[in-house]
């Protein structure tokens, strides 16, 4: 979606909201496509001191398979988007993720909420914080049950192992 500045480009203090959904299935986290439904943002790109702010929210609905356990999981996902929309790139050469080009008066904001989206994406997808995961020995999935390997003993303890025993 193009979003038409040209009202507040030249104006101090003029405003302009928006609203987008954007399709973000074809993104590919892994091995895994885990945006089913739209992406939604909405928010306002204010002209401050001839500076266009562009503050929103991003929402998501994540299908995902965890990273530790191999569970699907469902989760809401919200990153803040807050950027900096400019008519021309000062350094070309360093460009800073937060700051976006604009072409002519007109912002892609679905490059904008693409590029915020896929920079805030954790690099594993857990169904929870404190999931366990697998045990490596039998492979049980330690979220829902006891491991049922035998315990191997570190070598080096060994010999108090054997006092244990007496």
């Given at each position: 979606m193009l979003l038409d500045l040209s009202k507040i480009v030249d104006m101090?203090?003029?405003s302009v909201d928006f609203s987008v959904s954007l399709d973000l299935?074809?993104?590919?986290?892994?091995?895994?496509?885990?945006?089913?439904?739209?992406?939604?943002?909405?928010g306002t790109v204010r002209n401050t001191a001839g500076v266009l702010?562009?503050?929103g929210t991003i929402h998501a609905h994540l299908n995902a398979v965890c990273d530790r356990c191999g569970e699907d999981f469902e989760d809401d996902l919200t990153y803040p988007l807050d950027v900096v929309l400019v008519t021309e790139?000062?350094?070309?050469?360093?460009?800073?993720?937060?700051?976006?080009p604009l072409t002519g008066n007109f912002a892609d904001m679905d490059e904008v909420i693409r590029t915020v989206f896929i920079l805030n994406m954790d690099t594993k997808f857990l169904c929870s914080d404190d999931c366990l995961g697998l045990c490596c020995g039998c492979g049980v999935n330690l979220n829902h049950g006891q491991c049922r390997c035998k315990k191997e003993i570190d070598p080096r303890f060994a010999a108090l192992q054997q006092l244990l025993n007496q």
């Amino acid at each position: 979606m193009l979003l038409d500045l040209s009202k507040i480009v030249d104006m101090p203090g003029a405003s302009v909201d928006f609203s987008v959904s954007l399709d973000l299935s074809d993104l590919q986290f892994g091995s895994c496509a885990p945006l089913k439904e739209p992406v939604t943002c909405s928010g306002t790109v204010r002209n401050t001191a001839g500076v266009l702010m562009t503050k929103g929210t991003i929402h998501a609905h994540l299908n995902a398979v965890c990273d530790r356990c191999g569970e699907d999981f469902e989760d809401d996902l919200t990153y803040p988007l807050d950027v900096v929309l400019v008519t021309e790139l000062a350094d070309e050469d360093h460009e800073d993720e937060g700051i976006f080009p604009l072409t002519g008066n007109f912002a892609d904001m679905d490059e904008v909420i693409r590029t915020v989206f896929i920079l805030n994406m954790d690099t594993k997808f857990l169904c929870s914080d404190d999931c366990l995961g697998l045990c490596c020995g039998c492979g049980v999935n330690l979220n829902h049950g006891q491991c049922r390997c035998k315990k191997e003993i570190d070598p080096r303890f060994a010999a108090l192992q054997q006092l244990l025993n007496q």
